[in-house]
């Protein structure tokens, strides 16, 4: 029976959560499988993954083949490395102690490594949250000054707009007193018979 290590898929429609499992080359992908190594989440960044490390190189050294995606992931989490260890254990090249020295350097490195880019992450985020947060600071400074300037020149309108009707009401009161003092009439000429002529 041809034993693969595979991801199972769960979770929902566009958030994707996989179990690590051992399962037989032929059953379907979400079918039955023989044992559940691990989790492997993509939705968080980084990818949260869960893996037991002894179990993946049990069945590695029993023959199952890992899928791409699995094989990845199992490198990642330094199964791969655990089971090359192991093989030169068995051939005599290591001793286990020394294979388990190089095994947690190798996994204090990771982990730091994992560390910094978590660090840089979360700088890029707060970086990224004071950019936005300046830019719309300005906005709001330049919101508040086209208000300003608005307010002034309603102020300017409403200024001109009462001397305006200061001026219109003093011109009024000059043409009632203009119309109140009138000039003296001329004398009224009486038409002759001459006068009639002349026209």
């Known amino acids: 029976m041809p034993v693969k290590i595979r991801l199972q898929r769960h979770g929902k429609k566009g958030k994707p959560f996989y179990w690590i499992v051992a399962a037989d080359a032929r059953s379907k992908r ?24 002894d179990g993946a190189v049990t069945w590695l050294q029993n023959g199952a083949q890992p899928t791409d995606t699995a094989k990845a992931i199992l490198s990642y989490k330094g199964a791969l490395l655990k089971n090359h260890l192991a093989g030169g254990v068995r051939k005599g090249a290591l001793t286990e102690e020394q294979a388990e020295t190089k095994f947690n350097a190798w996994l204090d490195e990771k982990g730091s490594r994992v560390v910094s880019k978590t660090d840089g992450l979360a700088k890029a985020q707060a970086d990224a949250k004071a950019k936005a947060l300046e830019a719309e600071k300005a906005v709001n400074e330049a919101r508040t000054a086209a208000a300003a300037v608005v307010e002034e020149t309603v102020e300017e309108v409403e200024v001109a707009v009462e001397t305006a009707e200061e001026v219109v009401e003093t011109e009024t009161a000059a043409e009632i007193v203009e119309d109140v003092v009138e000039e003296p009439a001329e004398p009224a000429v009486e038409e002759t018979p001459e006068t009639k002529k002349e026209e």
């Open 30 to 53: 979400d079918g039955k499988y023989l044992e559940k190594l691990g989790i492997y989440n993509p939705n968080t960044n980084p990818a949260t993954i869960e893996l037991n490390v």
